[in-house]
């Protein structure tokens, strides 16, 4: 099992930034993608940023140039930098680590994103 904790969701006005942490604990040894999905109120969980233990990643189009996703391995500790942030930014933000070894995915809880106008 793994275990995902996320902090560093807030309010904040638009064109600030904010900067997410994913701490992972358990079975991290399994873990390869880790990432971030996001979920606005009425809408579907959509991917914001995804990367790989060799540090791949792939981000959304609306992410790009604004977000960037990092990950520290000897920590198992994902960031999501976010930078100009706009008010369709608003959502919980989920973390999330894939365990293919095991065919397990693995959310956080999610910590709620708020940008004012």
């Known amino acids: 099992q793994v275990q995902l904790v996320e902090s560093g969701g807030g309010l904040v006005q638009a064109g600030g930034s904010l900067r997410l942490s994913c701490a992972a604990s358990?079975?991290?040894?399994?873990?390869?993608?880790m990432g971030w999905y996001r979920q606005a109120p009425g809408k579907q969980r959509e991917l914001v940023a995804v990367i790989t233990s060799g540090g791949r990643t792939k981000y959304a189009a609306s992410a790009k140039g604004r977000f960037t996703i990092s990950r520290d391995n000897a920590k198992n500790t994902v960031y999501l930098q976010m930078n100009s942030l706009k008010p369709e930014d608003t959502a919980i933000y989920y973390c999330?680590?894939?365990?293919?070894?095991?065919?397990?995915?693995?959310w956080g809880k999610g910590t709620l994103v708020t940008v004012s106008s």
């Open positions: 999330y680590a894939a365990a293919p070894s095991y065919g397990m995915d693995y």
């Open positions: 358990g079975s991290t040894f399994s873990i390869n993608a």
